[in-house]
Structure formats: C-alpha cells, structure tokens
C-alpha cells in the first residue's frame, strides 16, 4: 500500500518567516494531494490541495508544489502569523485498495513572536 | 446545517466491553468514513462507505463493524473493547462518491479509553 512520509516533525519560525513542510509518497498511481489543518484539541479541515496534473497551486499565503517524477510535494506558507500555529497533514490518493487518504504523520508548526 | 456530528465527545470504556460511536451528517454526502487518531501517527483508516448498503474496510478494520442504513448515518461499533483501541476518533465526510478526490468534511472527534 500507499506509504507517506512527511518531514519535520515539528518546525519553528519567526512570525512573518516562512514555512515549509514536505512529503514523499511510494504509490506512483496517486493522483490527489490535500493538506489539512487541525489545531490544538480541534478537527482536521482542508486548507489547499493539489492535483496530479498540475504543478504548483497558490491560495494567498499558502502554496503547494508537486513533483511527480520525485514522487513529493511541499507545503509552503509565507509571512507566518500566529493564527499558522496547527498541526499540518499531508495525504495523498491513488484509487487502488482502500477508497480512502493516505495521510503523513503530522509537523508541528509553531510561530514564535 | 450542522455538518458532521459525533457522539459521544468522550467515553472510558473496561477491557471487553462494547460500545458504539455514532456518526450523522445532514450535507446529502455519499462517502463516509471512520479514521483514528494516535500520537505521532497521523489518521489512519479504518472503514469507508461510498453510499448507503456499502461498506467496506480500510488500513486498520480489525476490532471494529460498520454498517450503512442511510445516507445520512454511519456508526463504528467496537466488539469487544482493547486497550489498543484508546485513541481519537474521526468521522468524515465527502460530497461525491470516491473519498480521495474532494474536500473531506470531519466531525469533532470522539475521545476513546480504554483501561
């Protein structure tokens, strides 16, 4: 099956620095790539994703790129506030087995003021 | 619309005792699944529904039944309780038929124990 492997698994920057979060996945049919969110004590929720047909996606401060070929794909979030602080998850999607997302393991993201 | 509702929030539960989680959503979704949450593991899947009289398993099913009666419903049954299956339980739903290609929508979670 599906493995994704999704690194750091915690990062620290300063208020207004960026952030990055990578993933790499093994299952070369995966095809969609969301990022959720989830803060302290509350519920996952999608906050950008990608598909296998394309190779970057903007939404104000955050961005993801894809790479195919290297079979990984990035979060990038610019001029962090302290409202990006959250666990991020990566997943990925490949139709084959479970119908269900493959999700990483998580990154700690803590804005530091 | 009140989107996705789990309960309970929080249950304690013996070794070997049985319990439901339930699971409703009022956005006419198809797909609906349950996830668990351990530290340092991210979610993993345990069982899925594409619509309503299908069901089937995912990465973690072991210890669990699902079914689906309607659409709007999806209960996770534990069988016989373990304290292995202490975690945070998601359920999540999505619009159209397949769960891996449009906006997951989850409830709140339901805190598990098991001693």
């Known amino acids: 099956g599906e493995n994704v492997e999704q690194h750091p698994s915690t990062l620290s920057v300063q208020e207004g620095d960026s952030a990055v979060i990578k993933c790499t996945y093994s299952?070369?049919?995966?095809?969609?790539f969301p990022w959720y969110k989830q803060e302290l004590g509350k519920r996952p929720q999608l906050i950008i994703d990608i598909r296998s047909n394309v190779g970057e996606k903007k939404d104000q401060r955050i961005a993801v790129t894809l790479n195919k070929t290297a079979k990984h794909f990035s979060l990038h979030i610019t001029e962090t506030q302290p409202e990006d602080s959250a666990v991020y998850f990566c997943?990925?999607?490949?139709?084959?087995?479970?119908?269900?997302?493959?999700f990483g393991k998580g990154t700690h993201l803590i804005i530091q003021p | 619309n009140a989107g996705v509702t789990q309960t309970p929030k929080f249950q304690v539960l013996k070794t070997g005792q049985s319990m439901t989680l339930q699971c409703a959503q009022d956005m006419n979704h198809e797909y609906m699944s349950w996830y668990r949450q351990d530290p340092g593991m991210g979610l993993r899947l345990i069982h899925y529904s594409v619509g309503a009289g299908i069901t089937d398993q995912g990465e973690v099913p072991n210890g669990y039944n699902v079914s689906r009666s309607t659409t709007e419903d999806f209960p996770l049954r534990l069988l016989s309780a373990a304290p292995s299956q202490t975690s945070v339980y998601f359920c999540a739903s999505s619009r159209i038929g397949t769960g891996g290609t449009g906006e997951l929508f989850f409830g709140e979670g339901s805190r598990l124990t098991v001693l």
């Open positions: 997943a990925t999607y490949s139709g084959g087995g479970a119908d269900g997302l493959t």
């Open positions: 299952d070369s049919a995966s095809n969609y």
